[in-house]
C-alpha cells in the first residue's frame, strides 16, 4: 500500500486508481483497510476506490506523540486526506465508526455523497457492551495488552464482546490475525489506540446529529438488521435527520456488512454512486 504523511502521523491507504467515480471508504476500530477487500474487489472495475487504515489500533505506523490523537483529530485526517490527494465529488462511505457524520456536516465541500452502513450515532458512543468494554480497558495499566491477546484467541474470536459482535460469518483467521497483530506487538500503537479512545467526547455525535440536516446531497443510510451493537432504530432516525436520506437494511448480518453481505452492500453502492445528482429515491 502507498503511504501518505499527514499532520497527525503517516498512514497506509489503497487506492485503486481510474478515471471512475472516487468512493472514499473509512473502517472502524481495530480493523483496517481490508475490511472493505470484497467490496473494492467489485467496484473497482469502475470506480477509484480509495480505503486508508485509521489509527484505530490495527496501524502499522504510531502517530506523532506532540499531535493530539482523538475522533476530531480523524476529522481532520479525513479531510486532510481529500485535500491532500485532490479528490473531488467524493462518495463518502463509513461503517462502525462514526467519523463521516461530523465530516459531511462540517467538510462537504469535496463530497458528492453520503453512505452511513451500521454506525456510531447519537448517545450510543462507545457503542454497545464491546465498545464500553473497550472504554473501560483502556483505562486499565496493561488491559490493551491483554485485551488484544485474548481476541487473539481463535477460539474465543465469536464471542459476543469479540470479533464475534460485529459479524455474523466468521471472518478468515488470517485476515482477523492482522487486524490485531499491530495491536499485540507495537507498545507505540496500543499507546495511540489508549490516546484515542481517551480522547472521545461523548456528545460528538449528538452535535453531529444536529449538523446533519445542513448536508443537501443524496445519502445512504445501510443498516444491519441483525446488529448488535448499533440500534436499528438509528438507522431510520439518521436517514430521517438527512434532507436527501434514505435507509437500506440488510438481513443476515450484523455490523460489518463489508464482511457479513458483501455482495448485496456492493450492489446497493454501485446503484447509489450510479444515480445522477437529482435523482429522487
Given amino acids: 500500500m502507498p503511504e501518505i504523511e499527514l499532520g497527525a502521523g503517516t498512514i497506509h491507504y489503497e487506492d485503486t486508481g481510474g478515471s471512475g467515480p472516487v468512493v472514499l471508504l473509512l473502517h472502524g476500530l481495530v480493523h ?11 467496484l473497482r472495475r469502475d470506480h477509484r476506490c480509495i480505503a486508508p487504515t ?3 489500533g490495527a496501524h502499522r505506523i504510531p502517530m506523532r506523540r506532540d ?6 483529530t480523524v476529522n481532520a485526517l479525513v479531510v486532510e486526506l ?3 490527494l485532490d479528490l473531488r465529488d467524493v462518495t463518502l462511505v463509513e461503517s462502525d465508526c462514526g467519523r463521516a457524520q461530523t465530516v459531511a456536516a ?29 472504554s473501560l480497558v483502556c483505562k486499565v495499566p496493561g488491559g490493551i495488552a491483554l485485551m488484544a491477546r485474548v481476541l487473539g484467541l481463535t ?15 466468521p471472518v478468515p483467521d488470517e485476515i482477523v490475525d492482522g487486524w490485531l497483530r499491530p495491536l499485540r506487538a507495537d507498545k507505540a500503537i496500543r499507546e495511540d489506540f489508549r ?8 456528545t460528538e455525535l449528538l452535535e453531529a446529529a444536529g449538523e446533519l440536516p445542513s ?12 446488529d448488535r451493537m448499533m440500534p436499528r432504530e438509528h438507522g431510520r432516525r439518521l436517514a430521517e435527520l438527512l434532507p436527501r436520506g434514505r435507509l437500506l437494511e440488510i438481513e443476515d448480518s450484523r455490523t460489518l456488512v463489508a464482511e457479513d453481505q458483501p455482495e448485496k452492500l456492493t450492489a446497493a453502492l454501485r446503484s447509489f454512486v450510479g444515480e445522477a445528482a437529482g435523482d429522487r429515491p
Fill in 32 to 42: 483496517d483497510a481490508t475490511v472493505w477487500r470484497k467490496v473494492v474487489a467489485d
Fill in 54 to 56: 485509521l489509527p484505530y
Fill in 67 to 72: 499531535v493530539p490523537l482523538t475522533p476530531d
Fill in 82 to 84: 481529500m485535500e491532500r
Fill in 106 to 134: 462540517r467538510h462537504p465541500e469535496r463530497l458528492a455523497r453520503l453512505v452511513l452502513i451500521s454506525c456510531e450515532a447519537f448517545d450510543n458512543y462507545p457503542p454497545g457492551a464491546a465498545g464500553k468494554m473497550i
Fill in 155 to 169: 477460539a474465543l474470536r465469536r464471542l459476543p464482546i469479540g470479533i464475534g459482535a460485529l459479524v455474523k460469518h
Fill in 195 to 202: 490516546r484515542y479512545n481517551a480522547g472521545v467526547r461523548r
Fill in 215 to 226: 448536508f443537501d446531497r443524496p445519502a445512504l443510510v445501510v443498516w444491519a438488521a441483525d
